[in-house]
């Protein structure tokens, strides 16, 4: 059984979920922004500026800087009430609508009175976006915290800005928690890239869609036929019988992990196919792939259910 990600008809288009212009806390220009993202490569970007009152509750027009082989997703990270540990959600949402209403959320501390993250998220979803549970480990977010945002289709699983800012990239701990607890989840890599460091180009996502069109990618991005990467391409991962194999560009390590503690892993030269063993994952309803590559970039599988 082949992935759907790699089974749904089309091509993989490149594209950052998760970024900043000057219209909120970033250095450049909107335009400059996709100039640079489309001059590196990228097929696709969303500009998610924060969503505040400080900024007049910004949902960037990008509308502008499409063209033949580049789009843009209309979005924005959302923010309004406080995680366990009293300091603000971060949610990030593409695909909203220009129109989205404002929350009530006047900069970046919480305040009596307003909605819930978990409520913010569900009227996320309900107009229309893809939603995914922003940077966990730099925001602190505690199990409980990102078990009541039901209305997530996703967790940042990877944050290059956090990363490389404050060495806290990581979202992976919480999303196996939550994957373990049978919550129907997809995984993606952002940069959340405000040009003010070198916070941009080192976490991306590859969806799989017949078209580069906003409204093909969002689909794309809400049925889980993508996968993450920060430099490795992933060709397939498929169940057949008792493993799971991967196809891939050129690494040097393909793991598969599962619940708990299980985990197995396939080190050699080039490896640009592998064939794992599920014995050790018997009680494992669900499953994951990384591969590394020899300098140390990663892929990720979004996860696979059975
Ligand atoms: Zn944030
Ligand atoms: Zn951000």
Known sequence: MLHPAFAAPGEFYRGNLHTHSNRSDGVLDPSEVCRRYKAEGYDFIALTEHFVGRYEYPITDTTGFRDEVFTTLLGAEVHSGAMENGELWHLVAVGLPADF??????????????????ELAQRARDAGAFVAVAHPHWSGLTLADARSVEAAHAVEIYNHGCAVECDRGEGFHV??????????????????????GPDHFGGWVMVKAEANEPELLLEALKAGNFYSSQG??????ALNGGYIDVACSAVSTVIVQGHGSAAMSQHGESLTQARIPLDRFN?????????IDRSGKRAWSN???R
């Open 303 to 305: 996860p696979v259910w």
């Open 101 to 118: 209403a404002a929350s009530n959320s006047p900069d970046f501390q919480p305040v009596d009175g307003q909605e819930s993250g978990p």
């Open 175 to 196: 999303a196996d928690l939550l994957l373990s607890e049978h919550r129907d989840l997809s995984f993606i890599a952002t940069d959340d890239a405000h040009f003010s």
């Open 283 to 291: 009680d494992s309803p669900w499953l994951r792939v990384t591969v």
């Open 232 to 237: 490795p391409e992933l060709k397939a991962v």
